[in-house]
Structures are given as C-alpha cells and as structure tokens.
T-cell receptor
Framework: GQQLNQSPQSMFIQEGEDVSMNCTSSSIFNTWLWYKQDPGEGPVLLIALYKAGELTSNGRLTAQFGITRKDSFLNISASIPSDVGIYFCAGIPGGYQKVTFGTGTKLQVIP | DSGVTQTPKHLITATGQRVTLRCSPRSGDLSVYWYQQSLDQGLQFLIQYYNGEERAKGNILERFSAQQFPDLHSELNLSSLELGDSALYFC????????????FGPGTRLTVL
C-alpha cells in the first residue's frame, strides 16, 4: 500500500536535545496528523494540522504543515526519556478520502 | 486510555483457521476503522464503517471481512489464516465520517503458527 516517506528512520539523541523529523509525499494533502506509538500500544494523536503553512504546538512538540502541502515537520524540544517511541505522520487528501500513514521514525533518548 | 477497547489482546492460532477481533468505539463515535500493522508493512488502513455501513476500503484482503453492529461495536473476521497475517490489528474510532482525529485502541496481536 501507499505510504509517506518519513525521515530519519530512527534516531538516538541525548536527553535535553531537540529533535526534528519530517514527512514527505508526492501527493498533496489537506490534513496532516502526527501520532506517537509506545511499544505494545496504539498510536496516540499528538497534533493535527489543517492549513498549509500552519504551525501548531502541543507542549514541547511543534508541527508544521508545509507550504507545498506535500510535507510536514515535527519538532520536539528538550527531549526527555518518555519521548521514546515511534512517531508516525499521516496525511489525508481531503474530504472522506483515506488516510495514509508514514513509515515511522523511531526515537531513542539516552538519559 | 483512548476510550477504544479491543479484545482479545493476544491471539495465537494456526494456519487455515478463522478468528474474530472485536472493537468498541469511544462513546459517541460513529466511525470505526481497522488497521493492520506488521514489521515490514507499517500501518495499513483496512476498512472503515460509519454508523453501521461500510464507508471506505483500503488494503483489505478478500479473506478478511468486517461489520459494524447497531450498538456501533465492530468485528473484524480473518479467515484461511496464513503466516503472513501475523500482525498487530488496531481499531480506531472518530466522531464523524472523515479521518481526522481518530483515536486508536490498544490493538490485538495475532500470531499465526
């Protein structure tokens, strides 16, 4: 099935560092969603973006809807050990069209 | 806790068998979505039901089927199971019929031996 390309695939960072990850597509999306999945759990919605150029924050997390509508970015500031997990982006073309999930970025935080 | 419940949490079965996975959406949510997550395929959308009716189909095999009942709970039926069907199966729900802001359940881990 179709998937969005996320990068990096995985990353190890020191506690306290900032983290950036992105998601790119060849298709245009009208909605971008960012999820976090802890081991053995279902994905949890972090941030939803609905407009090109939109910048939205949720605590230490900030996500942006790319101007071209073909990409999105997630930043985590001052990482902490509980940030460990897999981060997924998801794009929705519009209306009632199906959601497409990214390939995931696995984040490991070294205390 | 997302409010979405799934049972069972784990399921181990043999090839050729049939299993049923169950999902109860959050209170008030009319849409239920099913996803398959395997190591090599990521999170794949299977099917969506809205208020009892099939709304959208994704990469769902013909051996798989689903339904949503009047009380809005949903079941995913997997038959003629193959080794490659081993995966995590997630149910998600949302208030409306579009995909925004879905809430995921804890998943059912299916192992086919």
């Amino acid at each position: 099935g179709q998937q969005l390309n996320q990068s990096p695939q995985s990353m190890f960072i020191q506690e306290g560092e900032d983290v950036s990850m992105n998601c790119t597509s060849s298709s245009i999306f009208n909605t971008w969603l960012w999820y976090k999945q802890d081991p053995g759990e279902g994905p949890v919605l972090l941030i939803a973006l609905y407009k090109a150029g939109e910048l939205t924050s949720n605590g230490r997390l900030t996500a942006q809807f790319g101007i071209t509508r073909k990409d999105s970015f997630l930043n985590i500031s001052a990482s902490i050990p509980s940030d460990v997990g897999i981060y997924f982006c998801a794009g929705i073309p519009g209306g009632y069209q199906k959601v497409t999930f990214g390939t995931g970025t696995k984040l490991q935080v070294i205390p | 806790d997302s409010g979405v419940t799934q049972t069972p949490k784990h399921l181990i079965t043999a090839t050729g068998q049939r299993v049923t996975l169950r999902c109860s959406p959050r209170s008030g949510d009319l849409s239920v979505y099913w996803y398959q997550q395997s190591l090599d395929q990521g999170l794949q959308f299977l099917i969506q039901y809205y208020n009892g009716e099939e709304r959208a189909k994704g990469n769902i095999l013909e051996r798989f089927s689903a339904q949503q009942f009047p009380d809005l709970h949903s079941e995913l039926n997997l038959s003629s199971l193959e080794l490659g069907d081993s995966a995590l199966y997630f149910c998600a729900s949302s208030e409306g019929s579009n995909y925004n802001e879905q809430f995921f359940g804890p998943g059912t881990r299916l192992t086919v031996l």
